[in-house]
């Protein structure tokens, strides 16, 4: 009567089949992500507050910002840089257009 043998190979398919399903779950958060165009086909200007109104953001979105450099620039700000538009000292600014 042989011991384990079955029982190990089991286990080992076991893991290998958990690992598959753990990369393809991973895999999905990824491939669900949505790139936005801030302003649409308006770019981003000036009065684009009704704009979000019509999406629904997740983690991991990605949000293009078209501007032109010359003029503008985006800075990464908190809730309150936003509300009070003032950008914290040492914000990153992207200035690429």
């Known amino acids: 009567m042989t011991k384990g043998r079955g029982n190990a190979s089991w286990s080992v398919w076991a893991i290998v089949a958990l690992m598959v399903v753990s990369v393809l779950v991973l895999q999905a958060d990824y491939v669900q992500a949505t790139t936005y165009i801030v302003g649409d086909s308006s770019k981003w200007a000036f009065n684009v507050v009704d704009w979000p ?45």
């Open 53 to 97: 109104k019509s999406k629904h953001f997740n983690a991991g979105d990605i949000l293009v910002f078209n501007y032109n450099p010359n003029f503008h620039n985006v800075v990464v700000v908190d809730s309150g840089g936003y509300n009070n538009c003032k950008a914290p000292a040492g914000a990153k600014t992207y200035t690429s257009g």
